[in-house]
């Protein structure tokens, strides 16, 4: 059900991405100086509306997902503590119960002679 769902949103989501593609089909200059900036060379380029816009949202999306990933980066980092920790004390647990089953045995020879 749950991929039913998924399949259905991607399809809503690429005809909405087809329908904003065929609307702004129309051509835009881009600069990236202004032109005050660039008395040699204008950086300027000739590109469709549709491919503005869609560089724009994933340029966002981009930033977002890094800002993102460096705020929970505290989190990632006491997690990988508490398993350090976790994995040291169950290593600790088991050579202790090595360490009883030894001296119970011990006890046990001790006992028969």
Known sequence: MLRLIK?????????GLLLVAI??????????????????????YELPLFVVILASV?????IGYILEWLREHKHRAARRAKEREARALSREVEQMKRKEQKTESDEILALLN
Not at 7 to 15: G, R, S
Not at 31 to 37: A, D, I, R, S, Y
Not at 58 to 62: A, C, S, T, W, Y
């Open 7 to 15: 399949i259905v949103f991607l399809c809503v989501l690429m005809a």
């Open 58 to 62: 994933l340029v966002g999306l981009m």
């Open 23 to 44: 609307a702004n089909r129309g051509f835009v200059t881009l600069n990236l100086l202004p032109e005050g900036l660039s008395p040699v060379y204008s950086f300027s």
